[in-house]
């Protein structure tokens, strides 16, 4: 019988609601695994003690057969998401010690669900970064290794102690916010499902904020059909996030078999990039294969101004962040290095708490919003940015959804681009027009690397038609299979 | 339009032209914050009217508070200004402890309110129009304490995040009077619409002043911006001191920098604080929390609908239903309150004596007393009463001034005054006749030079009736019956 901790959501659920597994016995497994687990640094902390009293409860529940629908699941909450008495950290020393005495409306809603927390998930600073190597409180580990080769892969970013544990079967699911790519490139380096919801469908009330028009809050899970029952339970209005969207949300479990007959796949003909490896390329046909496979048919579709997308995000992206990170002042919570001299109390304070790769982008954004940068940088790309959510509704004109890769290469080694930043920003090349155009995007695993690492197949949808995303992205996994971690290496490690 | 040349000031080198222009910063009457539930109101102890949004809470983000968005749009109606239906707030980057986000929220290149203008009644009787050139919405920021503590500052959050109504005038005004006449009027026009309390004591309202000086007729010179003045006294100072203190500058052939000024009003002058090249870069872009304020024409027309009479038209109709003099109308229209006192004094009486016993009386009493009208002692229901025992004969003008002192005084009404104090004027012809007897009497040289050719001396013995009758007798009859007496 499968160890509790592996099953999947759906699975688990099944057997919590038939008595044969209990809550308490599910989070144990859970804690013990993420016990042994350390030297993956997937957690910033770990509420073991929570997450007993939450099982404990749902168990009261399940008895009583009142289970809600993630009763008993638990659940890793990235370190972004602000979780009442619980330490909220953004994997920074500016908040290393934070206790926010309130609860985002996306934990707020699991919790209702009925699910367990059994702690945060490491990150990237901030959510700034492509492989977790940026977290203060240490990089996270890649659960995969290369075939014959025992070096440490990075998991991807920023959500990468999120993707980590779901993959290494320390938690049933996770959260995970996506500015850009930063779920859905870790998931393709992990091997899980990840989506990252239109822009709006999921509340950022309470998320601390990265680049607030690109953030967006989704899930990882082991299958597709997990994914679809947290993001259910996760999305919806909120009054108290202004951009959040007024819309119902679909069951998006229920769409997750409803399979893809007569749906126009697009294939960006920009997506096909130099030096993108052979069989990222082959992956990628072997998708549209599969969806053909299933009743879709290919088209080819263009998105112009794709080659535009990056450099665009990396000036719209720092700028929000620049403006965002200028509370972290050491006046009224966080990290403080006292000096009688308050602009020095400030420098001393934000150099001591925020680390390179934060300081970089705080410093590249304040540039390109200053007086006589702002319309050759910020304004410019804001122009840009709307020319590419407009090649987005041309593509849909002739295509109901898009396939490309995920990522340009699987899992790659710790410290092999961390002093590149273009390269590193590069991975994030086929993720980020989706979050320029505010449009959803799905991961899911769809084969190996040469050097036997997942790899992801990325379906961008229409605005709000994740459930699509869904539908496809089961046809890809129904014919893909799953791909679970062989070796746990990391539980014998010292 | 009044004349602007007779506003030049004299300098050693020839005339100047002083060019004003305000930027009002009005404190938006409501309950709650711009963008968070905390409570606005004054005076509470130190940071206990603070929402984590105020504080800027990671994760924490700002939700508009539509009654403030509808208190702009009634203030640009009064303003008689464009509603843009579509505005943008942006952030205005910079660090201070009393800014808890490092940024303000407010409107920087799409404001809610356009183009507008503003009727300034002067002194002189004259009115000058003013152009409005926009009215945005912002946030203000906290208070930094700087004497509490030798080393440290203190900061007082309560005012973080509460409403302001930025109100941008054109450089449109000419001397310190206008100035401050604008200031009045336009606290005038937010109070009757009820949009702001204009409490200029407690920060409702203050005003940054842009002054600059000129030769009749040349083009604008470079301007000083004097921030944060808080009186219509002051502001009349500032811009008094500071057009005399730059004319002093280019008489000497200096030139004017552009810069930014404080008033300090202990010693009535203005001193640089900073000037262009160390303004700061404040890196406006648009707030990505906020999505554009959008709201259609049918929103605009509701609060159109509820919109008061404002000053202007009610002195226009004070002029023309009550056949007031316009200074007299402007007087009395100032203020909503005593507009509406007015009215139901009026109301069924002669305007014109009601509008002078306001005007002037009450005005007076109430000036003398430095209260103001919500404390005054007579209600207009007890000056109406008081009206309606001069107009049927029980008291003369000037016995009812001697009531209504004693009104002011005791609080008591008109007829309790009159029965009190035995005030009721004399109209029994036997009384007058007896009176006027006795003057003549003891006055028999007086009497003889009347007769003799000196008829101004009538008045002298009409006032001798009335002191002998102790102000009392009815000076409708004691003319026809001295006259009577005197020439037969």
Redesign the interface.
Known sequence: MTAANLLTLAQAAKALRARSLSARELTRACLDAIAKAGALNAFVTVTPERALADAERADARLAKGEARALEGIPLAIKDLFCTQGVKSTAASRILGEFVPPYESTVTEKLWAAGATLLGKANLDEFAMGSSNETSAFGPVVNPWRRQGDNRKLVPGGSSGGSAAAVAAGLCLGATGTDTGGSIRQPASLTGTVGIKPTYGRCSRYGIVAFASSLDQAGVFARDVADAAILLRETAGHDARDSTSAKLPVPDFAAAVEAGVKGLRIGIPKEYRVEGMPAEIEALWRQGMAWLKDAGAQAVDVSLPHTAMALPTYYIIAPAEASSNLARYDGVRYGLRVADDDLVTQYEKTRAAGFGKEVRRRVLIGTYVLSAGYYDAYYLKAQKVRALIARDFVDAFKACDLILAPTAPNAAFAMGEKADDPIGMYLNDVFTVPANLAGLPGLSVPAGLSAEALPLGLQLLGRPFDEATLFAAGREIERRAGLFPVSDRWWEAAP | MSDPSAKLIKGNTGEWEVVIGLEVHAQVLSQAKLFSGASTAFGAAPNSQVS?VD??????????NAFCIEQAVRTGLGLKAKINRRSVFD?K?Y?Y?DL????QISQYKHPIVGEGKVTVDLPDGTTRRVGIERLHLEQDAGKSLHDQHP?Q?Y?DLNRAGVALMEIVSRPDLRSAEEAAAYLRKLRAILRYLGTCDGNMEEGSMRADVNVSVRRPGAPLNTRCEIKNVNSMRFVQQAVEYESRRQIQVLEDGGTIRQETRLFDSSKGETRSMRSKEEAH?Y???PD????PLEFDQAFVDRIAATLPELPDEKKARFVSQYGLGAYEAGVLVAEREPAEYYESVAKGRDPKLAANWVSVELFGQLNKAGKDLAQSPVSAAGLGELLDLIKDGTLSQRLAKDVFALMFETGKGAAAVVAEKGLKQVSDTGAIEAAIDKVIADNAAKVAEYRGGKPTLFGWFMGQVMKATGGKANPGMVNPLLKKKLDG
Do not use: H, T
């Open positions: 984590l504080a800027a809470f990671p994760g924490m983000l700002p939700v508009i952030r980057n660090f402890p808890p986000a490092g940024y080393k500052s900061v870069d890196r406006y872009f990505p929390d906020l999505l």
